[in-house]
T-cell receptor, first 111, second 112 residues
Framework: SQQGEEDPQALSIQEGENATMNCSYK?????LQWYRQNSGRGLVHLIL?????REKHSGRLRVTLDTSKKSSSLLITASRAADTASYFC???????????FGPGTRLSVLP | EAQVTQNPRYLITVTGKKLTVTCSQN?????MSWYRQDPGLGLRQIYY???????DKGDVPEGYKVSRKEKRNFPLILESPSPNQTSLYFC???????????FGQGTRLTVV
């Protein structure tokens, strides 16, 4: 079945640096979303980008979408220790099944 | 406060003993889903429901049942749990258009 794939699987950076995570998917979508999960807890919605959008910003987050390459990236600028979490992309396929998540990128921001 | 509530948060049970994990949302959402999360595999969808009395299989439905008799509730039923169903389970709801999913806090299930 369709599934988003995040890359890298794990990322470790210093506080203040930027973190970039990528997501690839397989079929056409209505929208793509990014979620954050703090250890063992529920996922929290970060940002949604629609298939007709190429870039979107929300605070320190910047998301891009390239539907021709079926890929998206999430950039977190000026990272903080509190950004340490797992990040997931989720796609909403045209055929109507609810969100499909990738395996996630585990981000560690070191103080 | 808008929320999705799962119960219980933690559960240890024995193989074959039927159990139900409840999920309730107070946002009048049509869509509800169940996911399991296992290390290295991300979240995999078990079942989803587009509205009352409308349910469908996700990617890993074997060994699970669901029902949607009311809009707010979407219980997950394990008729005969097995150790390979040991996992972290999440319920989620979302409004029409799949614009944003709201997740419960998770249920950590251990089947021994």
């Amino acid at each position: 079945s369709q599934q988003g794939e995040e890359d890298p699987q794990a990322l470790s950076i210093q506080e203040g640096e930027n973190a970039t995570m990528n997501c690839s998917y397989k079929t056409s979508i209505n929208n793509l979303q990014w979620y954050r999960q703090n250890s063992g807890r529920g996922l929290v919605h970060l940002i949604l980008i629609r298939s007709n959008e190429r870039e979107k910003h929300s605070g320190r987050l910047r998301v891009t979408l390239d539907t021709s390459k079926k890929s998206s990236s999430l950039l977190i600028t000026a990272s903080r220790a509190a950004d340490t979490a797992s990040y997931f992309c989720a796609t909403d396929p045209h055929y109507g099944q609810n969100f499909v998540f990738g395996p996630g990128t585990r981000l560690s921001v070191l103080p | 406060e808008a929320q999705v509530t799962q119960n219980p948060r933690y559960l240890i049970t024995v193989t074959g003993k039927k159990l139900t994990v409840t999920c309730s949302q107070n946002m009048n959402h049509e869509y509800m889903s169940w996911y399991r999360q296992d290390p290295g595999l991300g979240l995999r969808q078990i079942y989803y429901s587009m509205n009352v009395e409308v349910t469908d299989k996700g990617d890993v439905p074997e060994g699970y049942k669901v029902s949607r008799k009311e809009k707010r509730n979407f219980p997950l039923i394990l008729e005969s749990p097995s150790p390979n169903q040991t996992s972290l389970y999440f319920c989620a709801s979302s409004p029409p258009g799949n614009t944003k999913a709201f997740f419960g806090q998770g249920t950590r299930l251990t089947v021994v």
